[in-house]
């Protein structure tokens, strides 16, 4: 069965301190998708990445990267530098190919970014 | 695009009533998903369409819970009777399946749907 762990609850740190959050998933099949999400206090949920299992290339976009390692079956998202406005809860959540519909998220994890 | 369009944006009512949700997707995506948002459980999928058929309802809590995609623009989420603990935040989102194995859009969430039932 599919599963995303967000162990981090709640994360604060100082403006233009760089945070990474943790994600780590289980899943069965060989072919799978992974996802970021922001949900921030107006409660909408944006989009931020989606990385299929077979590229293990690491992201940047701005100021976010993404490490993705099979080997630890973790996905993780590093702010960089960061903004009083990336205070937000962020989601990581899993597809798999057989259910491909099916996006199963972690628990979320609160950043809370102080000026 | 105007992006997912759920209403109302927030909803309170009494413990009995029927409370409807409403869903549009974006236009050209084929698969809708319903979401339920609460502290205690997080972010669950109650259930989700692919060109208009119900796929997966496993999600769905009970019988008083009920989803309906009459067409490709539309979908509604029906709780009847409501009940305090149906409180929480309702998301629809939408997406552009292209079939088995092939990876999914992306998901678009809407603004979501505040439900309060005292």
């Known amino acids: 069965a599919q599963k995303v762990t967000q162990a981090q609850t709640e994360i604060s740190v100082v403006e233009k301190e760089d945070v990474t959050l943790d994600c780590v998933y289980e899943?069965?099949?060989?072919?799978?998708?992974l996802f970021w999400y922001k949900q921030p206090p107006s409660g909408e949920l944006v989009f931020l990445i989606r990385?299929?299992?077979?590229?293990?290339q690491n992201e940047i976009s701005g100021r976010y990267s993404w490490n993705f390692q099979k080997s630890t079956s973790s996905f993780n998202f590093t702010i960089t530098a960061s903004q009083v406005v990336d205070s937000a809860v962020y989601f990581c959540a899993l597809s798999e190919a057989a259910d491909t519909d099916k996006l199963i998220f972690g628990t979320g994890t609160r950043l809370q970014v102080f000026p | 695009d105007a992006g997912v369009i759920q209403s109302p944006r927030h909803e309170v009512t009494e413990m009995g009533q029927e409370v409807t949700l409403r869903c549009k997707p974006i236009s050209g995506h084929n698969s809708l998903f319903w979401y339920r948002q609460t502290m205690m459980r997080g972010l669950e999928l109650l259930i989700y369409f692919n060109n208009n058929v119900p796929i997966d309802d496993s999600g769905m809590p009970e019988d008083r819970f009920s989803a309906k995609m009459p067409n490709a623009s539309f979908s509604t989420l029906k709780i009847q009777p409501s009940e305090p603990r149906d409180s929480a935040v309702y998301f629809c989102a939408s997406s552009l399946f292209g079939g088995f194995e092939e990876a999914p859009i992306g998901y678009t969430f809407g603004s979501g749907t505040r439900l309060t039932v005292v």
């Open positions: 899943t069965r099949d060989t072919t799978y998708y």
């Open positions: 990385r299929n299992s077979f590229d293990e």
